[in-house]
């Protein structure tokens, strides 16, 4: 299959996109861009085209799909029993990159929610996102358009590297603003609960509506079901091994743990030749740069070729835009055959949560 780039990032173009919505409303697969990732699309009325999606992406058949709407009041077409909350919360946060949990209609198809009786919906605040669901004239459902497993797309050749030859068109509308996947709410249990952070946090939701949320909470016992099955799988990863560095600790210290984690992986490493990615804080970035690290890790193994990437992200906005590089560099990293990738962790409170929680599902280990 030839795979057409539809090219709209100048935003007046639109008509551009009436191919692949009649595509899509036809049965066909299309990836379009949202504020979030872009996503692979296909009609929440066909199944046939659901199920190639969990095909193409060789996604597990237990982890059900989000449905993309471009106006609010579409939102009692695929829900039933939506409380009073859910219309509070959605006044503030859509369009945007939250998604919320409902009880499903029956007028959508158990492939989408993988036989749940609840249905998770989100309106996308991206221009062309909106425009794009308006022509196709049906309900949307879009997983990230990636291979399942690897790192989730965030500009159009991140698609075209897992899809290209497989979909019929991809939407190119440029770098997605945010960089990480919506926020996940559960509105159907008593109390609202955040099932996948995201750029929304739970204190941002009681900020603006005044409602509780119970933040997310991370699941570290195996045998405990998720109540957002996605969460369960392993997620993101590049093909390079990843290794979180510790950022609690004292700066002379977290030196400490960035050059004895080298050196231990540098001493096992088999290769003559190894590349390093690093993706970290700027102000990190200019310590080790400050203090020779790096020329003297490279004396130290003068038997080997090292060579080092760095990419530093703003340490004074640095859980935002650690979350908006943080997939794009994993792809820029494998496309130059780096071994290893070392990132710094962030805080975990608020946006630091939602980037955490991604860079810990695509990392091997902490240092
Ligand atoms: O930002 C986003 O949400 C992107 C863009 C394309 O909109 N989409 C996205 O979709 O991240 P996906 O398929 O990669 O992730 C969907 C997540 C999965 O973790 C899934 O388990 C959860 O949503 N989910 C879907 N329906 C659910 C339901 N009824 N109850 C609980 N979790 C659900
Ligand atoms: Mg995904």
Not at 224 to 236: D, E, T, V
Not at 280 to 302: C, W
Not at 324 to 346: M, T
Request: proline share 6%.
């Amino acid at each position: 299959m030839k795979t057409e780039i539809i090219s709209v990032k100048n935003k007046q173009n639109y008509e551009l996109l009436d191919p692949a919505a009649k595509a899509i409303a036809e049965g066909a697969l299309v990836a379009f861009p949202t504020e979030t990732v872009y996503g692979l699309g296909a009609s929440a009325f066909l199944p046939d085209a659901i199920n190639k999606v969990f095909e193409v992406k060789g996604r597990p058949q237990d982890n059900p799909l989000i449905v993309h709407l471009a106006e609010l009041d579409e939102i009692k077409k695929v829900a039933v029993e939506i409380p009073t909350i859910a219309y509070q919360i959605l006044e503030q946060f859509s369009p945007g990159p939250l998604t919320v949990i409902l009880k499903k209609g029956t007028i959508v198809p158990d492939e989408v929610t993988a036989g749940l009786d609840t249905v998770a919906i989100r309106f996308p605040e991206n221009e062309i996102a909106k425009e794009f669901i308006r022509r196709a004239g049906v309900p949307i459902v879009a997983p990230s358009a990636n291979i399942s497993g690897k790192p989730s797309p965030t500009q159009a050749w991140h698609v075209e590297e897992d899809f290209d030859g497989i979909i019929p068109f991809i939407i190119d509308g440029g770098i997605c603003d945010v960089g990480v996947e919506s926020t996940i709410i559960d509105l159907t249990s008593d109390i609202p609960e955040i099932l996948r952070p995201g750029i929304i946090s739970a204190q941002d939701i009681y900020n603006k509506t005044g409602i509780q949320v119970k933040e997310y909470q991370k699941i570290t016992d195996p045998n405990i079901k998720p109540k957002a099955p996605g969460q369960k799988y392993k997620h993101y990863s590049p093909m390079a091994k990843v290794i979180i560095l510790e950022t609690q600790d004292e700066l002379g210290t977290r030196i400490e743990h960035f050059t004895k984690g080298l050196h231990e992986y540098l001493d096992k490493s088999q290769k003559d030749e190894v590349r390093i990615g690093l993706f970290l804080a700027k102000n990190f970035v200019d310590a080790i740069m400050e203090k020779k690290i790096l020329d003297q890790i490279n004396k130290d193994f003068s038997d080997k070729q090292i060579f080092f990437m760095i990419s530093e992200y703003d340490s004074s906005n640095a859980a935002i835009d650690a979350s908006h590089e943080l997939f794009n560099q994993f792809r820029l990293f494998d496309k130059e055959q780096v071994d290893l990738i070392i990132c710094s962790a962030e805080p975990e409170i608020n946006q630091g949560i939602a980037y955490m929680n991604r860079l810990g599902k695509a990392a091997d280990r902490r240092i």
